[in-house]
């Protein structure tokens, strides 16, 4: 999305941090100290001697997963493994060229063991320095300048942003391969008497400049005509703007009490809840990653590996105007901008209720110092008043229910105009739930129009108030889910729901024309599991393991289910935007696990072309079937705003959950305890107001 247009550093509670704990687990994020010394050795190789040096990407390089899984066997054990060799994966421009190394920081002193320059298309993401830097360009360049004037304003009350371009092949100047993005402005002063926090409602219409980020040069610059800026009444959010008096629903307030504590305990990075045990870490492309999450089988009196590593590994946002100034607006946010930089600390009470507790996120700036992004993850355990399981039979006399208390742990990322809320949902019936929800603004667009009735030609979008469309676009959260059901190898399965006739091989005679049943197919390779799960017929999707059956002989799986409505690009196949995230036009993937595999539209995503995307990789067709697999599942939603998205848009969710398929034996909440079971003596709740 686009990003803000005043500094995003300024909204980060930042800090250099000089030491943090060692890390105790092979997926602990880089440390502080670690990061520190990856700068340090990265500056003093002789490898990459062009400077000025600036890092785009640091990350924990994952080890092998056998030394992973054997760490973790052994930890249970009285004889616990070392540590595997701890390394991290480096990104860094310096001298116009993208320089991969990967570095050794096992020891205290940090160590480059190798070294590449990335020769093919695409470049690593946008950092927040390039941001700021760009930022100062406009205002002291002439053209520029003129342009504000000939509107009627100011040039300190007018401010650019930094969006990435996308590709679109030779169709456009490629600025002698040069990393280059487009800017974009708005009148975010009040120079004109209209003062509004909203940078995204009063866009500079018409407006385009190229900067080139290595050089922080200028490069191209475009007026295609004056447009009326829109007004900044009404369009403001701030609690102190818009009240008192407040106008809106009055509600009253609710706290999440937990009379007898929290249930939930972090060791590290470890979180162990009810029946569940995982990882979190921090990415600062891929936000939260969870790994090695476990549940525990009460009947089997052990511990259950359902999910390797999991994470969003691109969201992707298109929008849906062809005109000069909108057609490249593309957004790939996590190759582009990177989720875990874009996360913000979460309010307490607000963002998190209560009862949750939180975790600081630690990433490398461009300029190579260690940054604290705290309270960026928060977990908690939410009783929202729904319904585990319950029956009633009137005949027996008999009521039982058992309210569902679940595990969330949440970040929100906010890639500009747009806030993400992404939780991570654990069920003590066994099931993961993956939600998003979106809020924040539209990014909306300057027109000469203030009544729908005069728009005769495609407006492109909604007009959602006077001089101001919000475009259709859609949003694509691509998920990569390393399921590893009970082991590592796994099969996918498609279960058809198909129509059946009557017609005598079973129900003979009766008089029922027609039912259905399920037709079973193992994926065999790539080919056979890309799924759009919108299609007709209906179909059940699993992750099984045929290695391990129940008591009845059913192969222990997990299933895929779509948590409400997705949607498929609709976008033409040969449209550049489409041909980097070709991914998009099915819901489902399987792949075999790979560990450089993890960047849905390819490791150097900004301006990638998909030549190194999740398609390209499928394409490949390997054997997927009693194979360590991987899940990519695309949450999809088509944005035709409305006026009530404007000036702030109330969230909308999507998801999927990975939901336990013959995976135990019975229902694990058969066991849980009634809430009948529970008082608490100076709890109010029960008073309730008739
Ligand atoms: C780290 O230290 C150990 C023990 O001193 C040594 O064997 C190993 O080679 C060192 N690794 C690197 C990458 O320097
Ligand atoms: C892993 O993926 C990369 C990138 O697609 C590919 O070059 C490599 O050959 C793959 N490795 C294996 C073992 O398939
Ligand atoms: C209930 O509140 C009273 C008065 O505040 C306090 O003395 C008592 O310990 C509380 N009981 C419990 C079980 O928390
Ligand atoms: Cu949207």
Redesign the pocket.
């Known amino acids: 999305m686009m990003r803000p247009l005043v500094l995003a550093v300024l909204f980060l509670s930042t800090a250099a941090v000089a030491a943090s704990s060692p890390p105790h687990h092979p997926l602990d994020p880089l440390s502080a100290a670690e990061l520190s010394a990856v700068r340090a050795a990265v500056l003093a190789s002789p490898l990459v001697p062009a400077r000025p040096l600036s890092f785009h990407y640091v990350g924990l390089d994952e080890p092998d997963k056998p030394d992973v899984l054997s760490y973790y066997a052994a930890a249970s054990t009285s004889s616990p493994a070392a540590l595997p060799q701890r390394h991290a994966f480096v990104i860094a421009r310096a001298g116009g060229q993208s320089h991969e190394l990967l570095v ?1 920081v ?2 205290a ?1 940090a ?1 480059v ?1 190798s070294h590449a320059v990335h020769r093919g298309a695409g470049f690593p993401s946008i950092t927040d320095a390039d941001q700021a830097a760009a930022m100062a360009l406009p205002p002291q360049y002439a053209p520029f300048v003129a342009s504000v004037r000939w509107r009627g304003l100011d040039v300190g009350d007018v401010a650019c942003g930094v969006v990435s371009r996308g590709w679109f092949g030779a169709s456009q100047p490629d600025y002698g391969g040069a990393r280059v993005a487009k800017m974009v402005c708005a009148v975010v002063g009040d120079g004109d008497g209209a003062a509004t926090a909203n940078v995204y409602a009063r866009p500079l219409e018409g407006v385009t400049l190229v900067v080139d980020l290595d050089r922080m040069a200028i490069v191209g610059y475009e007026d295609t005509g004056v447009r009326p800026v829109p007004k900044a009444q009404g369009t403001d959010y701030r609690a102190d703007k818009v009240g008192p008096p407040f106008t809106g629903p009055e509600t009253k307030p609710g706290v999440v009490v937990q009379p007898e504590g929290r249930g939930f305990h972090i060791d590290g990075h470890v979180v162990r809840w009810a029946n569940w045990e995982f990882h979190v870490a921090f990415d600062m492309r891929a936000g939260t990653v969870i790994s090695l999450a476990s549940v525990y089988d009460a009947d089997a009196g052990k511990w259950r590996r359902v999910l390797y590593r999991g994470f969003v590994s691109e969201i992707f946002v298109p929008y849906m105007d062809p005109d000069e100034d909108w057609y490249f607006r593309t957004f790939i946010d996590a190759g582009d901008y990177g989720l875990g930089v874009s996360a913000v600390p979460l309010l307490r009470g607000a963002d998190c209720p209560a009862n949750a507790a939180y975790m600081d996120g630690v990433y490398l700036d461009a300029a190579g110092e260690p940054v604290t992004s705290e309270d960026v993850i928060c977990v908690f355990e939410r009783y929202a008043g729904d319904i585990a399981w319950r029956h009633s039979d009137p005949y027996m006399q008999i009521t039982e229910v058992r309210p569902d208390v679940t595990l969330v742990v949440r970040m929100v990322v906010t890639v500009g105009n747009y806030d993400y809320i992404l939780d991570w949902e654990f069920k003590t019936s066994g099931a993961i739930k993956l939600a998003v929800s979106l809020t924040g603004m539209l990014e909306m667009k300057a027109t000469a129009y203030t009544d729908a009735g005069q728009i005769k030609v495609d407006a492109h979008g909604t007009l959602v108030a006077e001089n101001t469309v919000g475009v259709y676009h859609d949003h694509f959260v691509t998920y990569r889910l390393d399921l590893d059901v009970d082991g590592t190898s796994n099969s996918f399965v498609k279960n058809t729901l198909v129509q059946m006739r009557n017609t005598g091989d079973s129900g003979t005679g009766t008089p029922r024309r027609s039912y259905w049943t399920v037709r079973r197919e193992v994926a065999e390779t790539e080919a056979d599991a890309r799924v759009d799960v919108n299609g007709a017929p209906p179909a059940e999707l699993l992750f099984v393991n045929p290695a391990r059956r129940t008591a009845v002989g059913n192969e222990a799986g997990y299933r895929v289910v779509p948590a409400g409505a997705t949607a498929a690009s609709l976008l033409a196949d040969d449209d550049y935007p489409q041909r980097r995230a070709s991914y998009t036009k099915k819901q489902v993937w399987v792949t075999p696990y790979n560990r450089s595999e993890k960047w849905a539209p390819g490791l150097y995503a900004e301006q990638g072309t998909g030549d190194d995307s999740l398609a390209a990789w499928s394409s490949r067709d390997r054997r997927i079937r009693d194979e360590d697999i991987v899940l990519w599942y695309t949450v999809g939603l088509h944005h035709v705003p409305y006026q009530e998205d404007f000036p702030v848009m109330p969230t909308v969710s999507g998801g999927v959950e990975l939901r336990p398929a013959n995976f135990f034996e019975r229902n694990q909440l058969i066991g849980t305890r009634p809430p009948s079971e529970f008082t608490y003596q100076n709890c109010s709740c029960g008073a309730a107001a008739m």
Do not use: K
């Open positions: 050794d096992t020891n002193t160590t063991l």
